[in-house]
């Protein structure tokens, strides 16, 4: 093994071994590794676009009344932000670039169980995007309906709703594919030895995450399908005006798009349980309850869409049980918490960048699953119901929780892929201002929704004024990190020091294999002898 | 690690019934609304329902059943080594897709003749529960008959296949994951039809 260690940086591993370069190399490539690079270029493309829509709209609402923007602007960005960072970003994310990347090394398996269709989900996912973005620029315009696609509006608005929803489907498709490849994999390919109580938590939860994957979009995708139907061929199940009930729409959506946000958050907390027990130097604490944890979030989460309906009219039984089982969620997230939190007690706890996002993940997590419980109580709900209250507690969790742990696993994983690495400090200086400017953006929407803000609206009373201004300048902070961490990755990852062997001492198999891993990833078939955290067996210093 | 692995049968099946969950789930969500505007319009549904044709849906329940005989034989046949048999099959299992799109078309036309389909001036006069009747057996049955279709392409795909030698008795699990997907088809029709057609 130490002789292929020493194979040089950026040189060696599947950037080369398979003598294939260029282009078709990559989009029309089987390789587990160039999938998942493939998937984590494009959603980090589309981050960058979601983002700077974020900003915009931080700009527009900097000042009471028309700050950039027209009120239809305003409308499109918010609903092209939405769309973008769920659809694009948010939910192929973690899974599909580093679930792909990483997954397949960490049981000891050669590729996915299905290669070719594994390039099918990310040419699906190619082909939506492309559809999504045609929709903004092409008839009516883009959408203006928020992504949530509510009818009736989505039904009547003269903006390219239909082509936007299309695109949506096909991403769907993508989606699902990427699941079944995955929990196929998860049972058919484990390395010998590698039992389901040795199978890295990270596994755990894309395992979690492929069967919500599987089991809750196709409910999306019929759902757009009739949003379609109403507008193409107006059959007016929707529509109350012939016999339709719009709120039939919303449970429909929200029977996806409330597991989707297990979908987004699972795999961030399998990377951030890979990442601290690497960083406190010991093995984790509690790993049956964690990957446990995984399942019951995927199955309670499952049951809890009408959390999201409370001020829609549903009858108040259903509140009252939909409010006790969003509360039963709270209990195997705070599972993971907790063990995360003794993970770290006395740990040998060494802070960098990836322990760093990773220990943000559990603060900022925290803060959004809290505020979740004030939503999921539908007391409480009925008052900051559609406030920017919602919107910080949803950035709290997502760009808090995901986003970190999204940058957290670059962070982790991507110098043993590319061979080389970034520098530390600047990597502290974008962690820092990240953090710093994420808590003065949402936090203040916290408080501003708390005080009566609504979201959505275009303009505020002058009350509201200042914490507005507070929230705006968060943004840039927050901007500036962004754009500090990106740009150090870029050249640490192309140009940088090289990256060699194990430096974190990671106990789980793809810090086994060579840097960067070759194309069929380990030289012979791997027989696995320790648990993922069992950094005595597995010899790590 | 360069060597050929061999082929997992087990694991592609798998993959195949994860994909047939799905497809249940899909069309379970026009089911839902199926139950929940049944519970509002209990009168308005039977009313409608009888305006169906059940010669027509009874028709087409025997073809796809037959059909699904011959697919389920033909994955017999092939396991037996007896291509020639399997690729007859097949034809049958196809040839049953035909006359069953082709009865379904027959059944269309004939209510569209009569002004029933979606957003028609006649519904839009009547009650809201037709309205919403006919707008569900138009979509249910269109994303079921688009179902057809994609079952048709494919059987034809893996047809071609065994005709041209890479499936045959050693290797046919794709030929199985087609006859799976069909068999699919088959049993959301056999909702689809009581459903819409016998217990209005």
């Not at chain 1, 239909?162 to 096909?170: E, Y």
Request: proline share 5%.
């Amino acid at each position: 093994m130490s002789s292929v260690q020493t194979t040089t940086a950026a040189a060696g591993g599947f950037w080369r071994d398979s003598g294939k370069t260029g282009i078709g190399s990559w989009i029309f490539s089987t390789d587990h590794k160039r999938i998942g690079l493939l998937y984590l270029y494009s959603v980090l493309g589309f981050f960058l676009v979601g983002a700077t829509l974020g900003l915009l709209l931080r700009l527009e609402l900097m000042t009471p009344g028309r700050t950039i923007m027209g009120a239809t602007t305003y409308n499109a960005l918010f609903t092209v932000h939405g769309v973008v960072m769920i659809f694009l970003f948010i939910i192929p994310g973690i899974p599909a670039s580093f679930g792909n990347l990483v997954m397949p090394i960490q049981i000891g398996a050669r590729d996915v169980a299905f290669p070719r269709l594994n390039l099918l989900s990310w040419w699906l996912y190619a082909i939506g995007a492309l559809v999504v973005l045609t929709a903004l620029f092409t008839g009516g315009g883009a959408p203006d309906t928020g992504w949530t696609f509510y009818v009736p509006f989505s039904a009547r608005t003269g903006t390219n709703v239909s082509v936007a929803v299309f695109g949506v489907f096909i991403l769907g498709f993508s989606s699902i594919l990427t699941g079944i490849n995955f929990v196929t994999t998860i049972h058919r390919l484990r390395a010998e030895g590698m039992n389901w109580g040795r199978l890295p938590l990270f596994v755990w939860s894309l395992y979690a995450t492929a069967w919500v994957q599987i089991l809750a979009t196709p409910i999306i995708a019929i759902t757009l399908v009739l949003v379609i139907a109403e507008r193409v061929l107006g059959t007016g199940l929707f529509d109350p005006g012939r016999g339709g009930d719009p709120i039939m729409f919303q449970h429909l959506f929200w029977i996806y798009s409330h597991p989707a946000v297990y979908i987004m958050i699972l795999p961030a907390m399998g990377v951030v349980s890979e990442i601290i027990p690497v960083f406190s130097r010991k093995p984790i604490f509690g790993y049956k309850m964690i990957a446990f944890s995984s399942i019951a979030i995927a199955a309670a989460g499952s049951l809890v869409w009408g959390h999201h309906m409370y001020t829609s009219g549903m009858s108040d039984t259903a509140v009252m049980v939909f409010s006790f089982l969003t509360f039963i969620v709270a209990i195997p997230s705070a599972i993971k918490v907790f063990n995360w939190v003794s993970t770290l007690y006395r740990g040998s706890i060494s802070l960098e960048a990836p322990m760093l996002f990773a220990l943000s993940f559990v603060l900022l997590f925290s803060i959004g699953g809290l505020s979740g419980l004030i939503l999921g109580a539908a007391a409480t709900d009925v008052h900051v119901h559609d406030t920017h209250f919602v919107v910080g507690h949803f950035h709290y969790v997502m760009f808090g929780g995901t986003g970190f742990a999204f940058f957290g696993a670059a962070h982790y994983w991507l110098p043993k892929f590319y061979g080389r690495r970034y520098k530390e400090k600047p990597a502290l200086i974008g962690w820092a201002l990240m953090f710093v400017g994420f808590n003065v953006t949402y936090f203040t929407m916290q408080v501003l929704g708390i005080r009566g803000m609504p979201r959505r609206y275009y303009d505020y009373l002058p009350e509201f004024a200042p914490l507005n201004m507070v929230a705006t300048v968060g943004s840039w902070i927050l901007a500036a990190g962004l754009i500090i961490m990106i740009v150090n990755l870029w050249r640490g990852l192309f140009w940088g020091e090289p990256f060699q062997g194990n430096p974190w001492g990671g106990a789980t198999l793809e810090w086994s294999v060579p840097t960067p891993p070759p194309t069929e990833n380990f030289e012979e078939e791997p027989v696995v002898s320790h648990g993922p955290y069992d950094f005595k067996g597995a010899g790590v210093p | 690690m360069s060597h050929e692995e061999p082929k997992d049968e087990v694991g592609a099946k798998l993959g195949m019934w994860l994909f047939l969950f799905t497809e249940l789930l899909l069309f379970g969500g026009l089911f839902i609304l199926y139950a929940v505007y049944l519970a509002r319009y209990p009168h308005e549904f039977a009313t409608a329902g009888h305006e169906l044709n059940v010669a027509f849906g009874a028709g087409n329940t025997v073809v796809l059943l037959t059909s699904s005989l011959f697919a389920a034989m033909a994955v017999t046949a092939i396991k037996r080594g007896e291509r020639g048999r399997a690729l007859a099959l097949l034809g049958g299992t196809l040839g049953c897709a035909m006359i069953f799109l082709a009865i379904k078309y027959l059944e269309w036309s004939a209510k569209i003749g009569h002004g029933i389909y979606p957003g028609s001036p006649k519904l839009a006069a009547g009650p809201p529960g037709e309205s919403v009747f006919f707008g569900l057996y138009y979509l249910t049955t269109g994303l079921h008959g688009i179902h057809v279709l994609i079952g048709g392409v494919l059987l034809s795909w893996i047809g071609a296949r065994v005709k041209g030698g890479s499936i045959h008795a050693g290797d046919n699990v794709a030929l199985e994951n087609g006859t799976l997907y069909w068999h699919l088809v088959d049993l959301v029709w056999i909702f689809i039809f009581p459903l819409y057609y016998l217990i209005l």
